[in-house]
Nanobody
């Protein structure tokens, strides 16, 4: 059974940092591309960052230079280090992967950037 569990969200002031973590189980983690997505209120879910099995990374333009995605193939976790946070980064952040043609999602972790 595939399971993704996010943690690390919270309230932070503009310019602050958070590190999100996604614990996975039920997949051969090291061969999977992992993604972080976010959904702001009244907005569609969008891709934030992806990392593949070779540690190649892609980011949406709005987070380049501020966010870093990484993975730990020993602990089967994927991380999102978020620096210089802005109010527009406020959203629920989700971890996702595709397993046998089906997308799997965690329940998300909320991030609020506000003074």
């Amino acid at each position: 059974q595939v399971r993704l569990v996010e943690s690390g969200g919270g309230l932070v002031q503009p310019g602050g940092s958070l590190r999100l973590s996604c614990a996975t189980s039920g997949i051969n983690f090291k061969i999977y591309t992992m993604g972080w997505y976010r959904q702001a209120p009244e907005s569609q879910r969008e891709l934030v960052a992806k990392i593949d099995s070779s540690h190649n990374r892609n980011y949406t333009d709005s987070v380049k230079g501020r966010f870093t995605i990484s993975r730990d193939n020993v602990w089967n976790r994927v991380y999102l280090q978020m620096n210089n946070l802005k109010p527009e980064d406020t959203a629920v952040y989700y971890c996702s992967t595709n397993h046998r043609g089906r997308d799997f999602w965690g329940r998300g972790t909320p991030v609020t950037v506000s003074s």
